[in-house]
Each structure stands twice: as structure tokens, then as C-alpha cells.
């Protein structure tokens, strides 16, 4: 799924959480691609040599496929969730879950074509080859969920008001 999206859906499913932590969970929900593909992008902004439509895969750099590995993969979450749970002697933090949401979300919209999501890493190198986040149905089915999420969430705030 796009980057948009994650954040727009991970807002939705924690909209009742105190604002600090929906604030959070939205970072923890785009993070993933922030952080492989972040660097990437503004790079190439820099370099003024911004791409129309998907860029190519051969125009990816390699740091890009390591640290999307990390950052997708149930396996690293799994660890890093474990580990705060410990530094916080055992209570859970649940805005750290939308990162696992969001690899979730990545293992039924990512296809071989593109990224698909190495849920598994550094287990196994296995990966699904799903439905393509892109593909215009997708994106109009998706964002007019979200558009329908969205006025439900404004609904209720006015009849609660």
C-alpha cells in the first residue's frame, strides 16, 4: 500500500487512543517506508532527477532493498516489540503495533513485480506474490474506503458534540 494510505488507515484504527499515542501509531505506520525509501526520494529531489510514475528497480539503490528488509519483516518487529516490552517491564506499548499493521497490510498488496514484502527476513526469503497497491481499482476501492471511514469518524463527532 502506499505510504498516504498507511497513515490515513493507521488514524482511522487508532482514533480512539489518546492523541499522543495516534500521533505514534501514525509514525510507526508510515515509518517502514520512510525509512527505505525516504532517503531514496530525497535524493532524488536534490538531484532534481524526480522519476514520472514508479521509478525503475535497476534506479534503486541497494541500501534501499537492505533497510526495506528490516523494516518489513515480522520477524525484526517481533524483536523490537519484545525488546520495549522488556525496557518497559512488561507493559506493551500498542502504538508499536501499527508497524506490524502496516507489514501486514504490505504482504497482500505488494506483488514480485515491485518490493514484495520479506515478511519473513532474515528467516527465509520467502514472499507472497499479492495484488499490486497501484493498480488503479485498487487505489480507487482503497481511498473511497477511506473517504467513507473518514465521514463516519466526522459523523460521530457531531452527534457526540
Known amino acids: 500500500m502506499d505510504t498516504l494510505a498507511h497513515g490515513l488507515w493507521t488514524?482511522?484504527?487508532?482514533?480512539?487512543?489518546?492523541?499522543?499515542?495516534?500521533?505514534?501509531?501514525?509514525?510507526?505506520?508510515?515509518?517502514?517506508d520512510l525509512f527505505s525509501?525516504?532517503?531514496?526520494?530525497?535524493?532524488?529531489?536534490?538531484?532534481?532527477a524526480w522519476p514520472a510514475g514508479r521509478p525503475s528497480?535497476?534506479?534503486?539503490?541497494?541500501?534501499?532493498?537492505?533497510?526495506y528488509s528490516y523494516t518489513h519483516s515480522i520477524v525484526i518487529w517481533l524483536i523490537v516489540f519484545g525488546l520495549v516490552v522488556l525496557w518497559r517491564r512488561g507493559r506493551v506499548w500498542w502504538p508499536l503495533s501499527a508497524w506490524l499493521v502496516h507489514i501486514l497490510v504490505?504482504?497482500?498488496?505488494?506483488?514480485?513485480?515491485?518490493?514484495?514484502?520479506p515478511f519473513l527476513f532474515p528467516l527465509s526469503s520467502w514472499?507472497?506474490?499479492?495484488?499490486?497497491w497501484a493498480?488503479?481499482?485498487f487505489m480507487i476501492v482503497n481511498y473511497s474506503l477511506l473517504l467513507l471511514a473518514y465521514l463516519e469518524i466526522y459523523r460521530r463527532r457531531r452527534i457526540s458534540s
Open 106 to 117: 504490505d504482504i497482500g498488496t505488494h506483488t514480485y513485480e515491485f518490493f514484495p514484502t
Open 127 to 132: 514472499k507472497i506474490n499479492a495484488i499490486n
Open 11 to 32: 488514524n482511522v484504527i487508532y482514533q480512539r487512543q489518546r492523541s499522543i499515542d495516534r500521533w505514534w501509531a501514525i509514525f510507526f505506520g508510515v515509518a517502514p
Open 135 to 137: 493498480d488503479p481499482t
Open 57 to 67: 528497480l535497476a534506479s534503486i539503490p541497494v541500501y534501499v532493498s537492505i533497510i
Open 37 to 48: 525509501f525516504g532517503p531514496f526520494f530525497v535524493t532524488r529531489l536534490i538531484d532534481n
